[in-house]
């Protein structure tokens, strides 16, 4: 991240931010599609950061935070689109699976999100934040505000009962 252009994009530079957006772009996509679980949904949470990013850049007192700053943003921007919209997969909107590792895979991934989803929220976005985007501990504290020992905490309470989950739908387990 390049401090000189969050510095021109608080004196109101829009190509400053369109830079440093730009320059993230796909991890902030990769963020918001490991919450949203939908191509949509992860555009739509990425519009209003941007919209956010722009109308607010002007009160981050540090430019060094941006990254974070940005990020703990989007995170809010897609837990308000699920909080407004229930989430259902429709089975017939499905993608159709033609070999069967794929299926496998796909099969796996189904259980595992069955797994995630019996979990707290909190547990959740930890494991997601870590696990599938691999974040780092400090990251994921600031991008959540909270301590390091809470995320170390909620990563492994988590795991715990993920465990236990998956052990009882004889997935990996006993």
Not at 96 to 111: C, T
Not at 120 to 137: A, C, I, M, N
């Amino acid at each position: 991240m390049d401090i000189t252009l969050v510095k021109e994009a608080k004196r109101g530079s829009r190509n400053a931010l369109v830079r440093l957006i730009m320059d993230e772009k796909q991890d902030y996509y990769r963020l918001a599609y490991a919450y949203t679980k939908n191509q949509d949904d992860a555009l739509d949470a990425l519009a209003d950061m941007i919209v956010i990013l722009y109308e607010k850049i002007s009160v981050l007192k540090n430019e060094a935070c941006f990254d974070t700053w940005s990020r703990t943003i989007l995170v809010n921007c897609c837990k308000q689109i699920l909080r407004k919209k229930k989430k259902i997969i429709l089975f017939d909107k499905m993608p159709e699976i033609s070999h069967e590792g794929e299926f496998r895979q796909k099969e796996q991934e189904i259980l595992l999100d069955s797994a995630l989803s019996k979990l707290s929220p909190k547990h959740q976005e930890v494991l997601k934040l870590r696990f599938f985007l691999d974040f780092e501990y400090q990251t994921i504290a600031e991008i959540l505000k909270i301590p390091v020992g809470t995320v170390r905490s909620r990563i492994s309470t988590g795991l715990a009962k993920l465990k236990n989950i998956l052990g009882d739908e004889n997935y990996g387990g006993n």
